[in-house]
């Protein structure tokens, strides 16, 4: 998360150097990278936030804390963000949100490769897998942030060549970012109509 913070400071600087009407940034996070870009406003504090970021997009990251009864693989990063920044929380500040998640593989400990995966990592997110819904490894329904704008994909969650599925079609896969930077676009042109 630090190092993260110093890109941030550096990449600021760097904009404003060269005189953009707004050097704050975007930050984007695939997975455990968007939990973990909000663990990065929970440490930096409040006004390093407004002072440095426009907006975060999270891709297939799970941001709801996992029940009691399922061990945190987040070892309580979640529940804490969660507990000292619930849901889109800067949004109050201009800052905007986009969570963008999917609904391809559907959790069943009996179907193919993906489903089985799927069953499996929904059940170490949620505590059930059976018919649940998500990318392979995120439910949909835990990673979506209240407040946040969505967009559903129809994608994979990575393109690893260890994972259950093409190569070529999970959230970096030229063929889905045109379908969620559309709404990042659409966000940052919503805040410059405000400036």
Known sequence: VHKAKATVER????????????????????????????????????????????????????????????????????????????????????????????????????????????????????GEGQGVKGDGFVPINAAFLDGAATVTLNCYHSGGSADPWPLDDWYGAECNVDAWFGEVAAQIKAQRSLI
């Open 11 to 126: 990449a600021f600087a760097a904009r404003h150097a060269v005189g953009a009407d707004d050097a704050r940034v975007v930050l984007l996070g695939h997975s455990a990278g968007g939990w973990l870009a909000r663990a990065l406003l929970v440490t930096a504090g409040d006004e390093w936030v407004r002072q440095n970021v426009r907006g975060i997009v999270t891709l297939g990251a799970p941001h709801s804390s996992p029940p009691p009864s399922v061990p945190d693989q987040t070892r309580g990063t979640i529940p804490n963000v969660n507990r000292r920044q619930p849901g889109a929380y800067f949004i109050k500040d201009g800052i905007f949100y986009v969570t963008v998640s999917s609904a391809r593989v559907v959790g069943d400990e009996n179907g193919d490769a993906a489903s089985k995966n799927g069953f499996t990592a929904y059940n170490l997110v949620l």
